[in-house]
DNA sequence: AGAGAAATTGACTGCTTGGTCAACTTCTTT
DNA sequence: AAAGAAGTTGACCAAGCAGTCAATTTCTCT
């Protein structure tokens, strides 16, 4: 019986092991190719040297560009969701929206093309997304909009409007994935590297937490920022 | 003479008077198209449609679709600088970053499509901006760059990474235009409202001036915030 | 009014696109 | 080792693409 199980469990690791492996490289490949053209200006022979592959190999594992790009997309939007995870109730807001910016920080450079294919998708419509967007996230950032409202009527940060402060947060830490080709040009640096985004981690921070009316970590040269209007 | 002159005149403003009047209208309606679809996702017949034209037509006036493009982005790209006009070092800080901050929220309202062709333009690598980038605009934040350190040497704002605070600003206020699919999700409405506008634009003043250590003008219940760190 | 320039447009074309398919090879299981 | 399942691939196709062109209408100026 025993020999018989682990027969068994042997056979389930072993199929479709090639399978899963070529799902998962054509998907990171396909991020890559879509990140630089969109879904509409990438082409599926570009998708297929992306991958190293036969265009006709791609179909058989995805039948159509439209799900090979929903299978990109799907892989990106839990990365999304599960940053927020730091802000809950408990946290001291700094703490917590400190730890929200730098984890959305960290993604923007550790995954840019991630980034920039969700950009690509909501900028023109979100047409394979709507479903994410007015549920899944609109769930989320109502739970989480609650914890900040939370925090406001303690008195533990300033009274700012929580879904426009999300907004902003999004904005200010996507943008260095998204944007990357403007701030190279500005900056005249052919990459952005650590230095780029630590200046913009910090500068991040700093507005978020002087906007809160929260003392920035790197500046606690005393008591706390009485900016509570 | 004086009346060769004006019958002169007369003949120049006649013309072209249809062919400046048919640039424009295919121009406008075509931002909106490829602010919906990106340029390779909006095709010629696509903006035919859009400007109530045939496509042979469009042809004749652009010659080809990446002219047609380009057209649409250069009459996009003189907003883009002009909004930085406030920022002189004559001004108060608070000031003339609030006028510079309202002004592109007023664009990013009045002008969704523009932003988001630019958007787009950026997103998949600039290939029709690079000059732009490189030249104009980055000269264009130098100088805006050096009149943000003049106010920090002369201690009338705190010491903020002036490039990365353009950066900040303009994710901000642009994402009211390019992710507006987002945030309607996000708030369960079918379009950004005056409310939504105010609500935004009071958050992005409040996160950039309190971030600077400037006071924001709606709540000056007294002194100065100390937030000079 | 008339002649030449400017503007309009339906029909067309060569090419690229996403997608199919049948022949073939390589794995997996017994 | 053998047979069936899973994976691979070059050749192919219909549809849609940007762009052309010649015939026609409309405009402009004298």
């Not at 995870?85 to 929206?97: K, M, N, T």
Request: proline share 4%.
């Amino acid at each position: 019986m025993p020999g018989k199980q682990a027969v068994a469990a042997e056979e389930t690791a072993n199929a479709g092991r090639i399978r899963r492996g070529q799902l998962l490289h054509i998907v990171e490949s396909a991020e890559r190719a879509f990140a630089e053209a969109g879904f509409a200006g990438t082409t599926m022979t570009r998708l297929a040297e992306a991958a190293g592959l036969p265009k006709a190999n791609l179909h058989y594992y995805f039948g159509t560009k439209e799900k090979l790009y929903r299978a990109v997309l799907e892989n990106i939007l839990t990365l999304w969701l599960d940053d927020m995870a730091p802000i809950v109730p408990e946290r001291a807001p700094a703490e917590a929206l400190g730890a929200y910016i730098r984890a959305k920080m960290g993604h923007s450079r550790a995954r840019p093309h991630a980034s920039k294919v969700f950009a690509s998708e909501i900028l023109h419509g979100a047409p394979h997304l709507r479903g994410f967007l007015t549920h899944e996230l609109r769930r989320r950032v109502t739970e989480k909009t609650r914890v900040i409202e939370h925090w406001i009527a303690r008195g533990r940060m300033a009274k700012v409007d929580p879904v426009h402060l999300f907004f902003a947060i999004w904005a200010m830490t996507q943008t260095y994935a998204d944007f990357d080709v403007q701030m190279r040009a500005v900056l005249g640096c052919t990459a952005l590297g650590a230095a780029e985004y630590e200046a913009g981690e910090e500068t991040v921070l700093r507005l978020v937490l002087h906007g809160c009316g929260l003392e920035t970590e790197d500046t606690n040269e005393g008591e706390q920022c009485p900016c509570r209007s």
